[in-house]
């Protein structure tokens, strides 16, 4: 069996993350738990599943018991870590299969988790506003990103022959932004907000608060709307600039 600093070798490369939490926070203890993974056998597709089911639990959890689906959803991202680097370790990692597995549990679970904020917000007093505020967010995010996603593989399909148009390149560099230059401001978002279960974590924990009759989980709810919501926005005008680009042959 390797070393935890050979499995950091192989597992880990230097430029991996962008998200400073998961560089020095998650990684540090997910090459532990990788070690045993491969130890005992198990596949990357097998973590996977697993941190979906957790992370899926954690988020359905959230709207009774805050606090504990907070810190399940943390172990979720965790194990998050985890399946890549087993899939490193094994070669595993050029297949796109084990790839959409991980990403069915990702947003899968971060949709439930918005909604589920929403209906504890609702039970804590916040009214059928707080609820609807919880929909809507799981809707947004997913709805912009998915419509821009198929936008431009719809164009790469149409000519599945040819060379994609630097337009299509351009707005793919910028729909995955690696680099300050892709896109300031998602980079920044990418670098230190990142893990969306940093933020259940600090509902869960102001959930434990009431300031004049008002649950602090509700106010977190209503506060990260607010900022969701001008993001939005501003992620809808910045989608329709770089989807704009020119199809070859058109």
């Known amino acids: 069996m390797k070393s935890v600093r050979e499995l950091k070798g192989i597992c880990q490369p230097p430029d991996l993350d962008m998200c400073l939490y998961r560089r020095f926070v998650i990684r540090p203890v997910s090459i532990h738990l990788t070690r045993l993974f491969i130890a005992a056998g198990i596949g990357a597709d097998t973590v996977s599943i697993i941190k979906g089911v ?62 589920s904020w929403g209906v504890g917000a609702f039970l804590a007093g916040g009214g059928w506003p707080a609820l609807a505020a919880g929909a809507v967010v799981g809707c947004l995010w997913l709805t912009v990103r ?25 707005a793919l560099e910028k729909l995955f932004v690696r680099k300050p230059g892709s896109g300031r401001i998602e980079h920044f978002l990418s670098l230190f907000i990142h893990p969306w279960v940093n933020l259940a974590l600090l509902a ?13 989980l509700t106010a977190v709810l ?29």
């Not at 709307?225 to 704009?244: D, E, F, H, Q």
Request: charged residues 15%; proline residues 2%.
């Open 54 to 115: 957790i992370a899926t639990a954690g988020a359905v959890l959230f709207c009774l018991r805050p606090l504990p689906a907070a810190l399940l959803l943390q172990f979720s991202f965790l194990l998050d870590a985890c399946d890549g680097e087993v899939a490193r370790f094994t070669g595993s990692c050029s297949r796109a299969g084990g790839e959409y597995i991980d990403k069915l549990g990702d947003v899968g679970s971060r949709s439930l988790f918005h909604l």
């Open 146 to 170: 998915f419509c821009s996603v198929e936008t431009l593989l719809e164009s790469f399909a149409n000519h599945s022959g040819s060379e994609g148009s630097a337009g299509e390149k351009a």
């Open 204 to 216: 869960a924990v102001a959930s434990l608060f009431t300031h004049r009759g008002v649950s602090g």
């Open 222 to 250: 209503w506060a990260y709307t607010g900022l969701w919501l001008v993001n939005t926005v501003r992620k809808v005008i910045t989608c329709a600039r770089v989807m704009s680009f020119r199809r070859p042959g058109q």
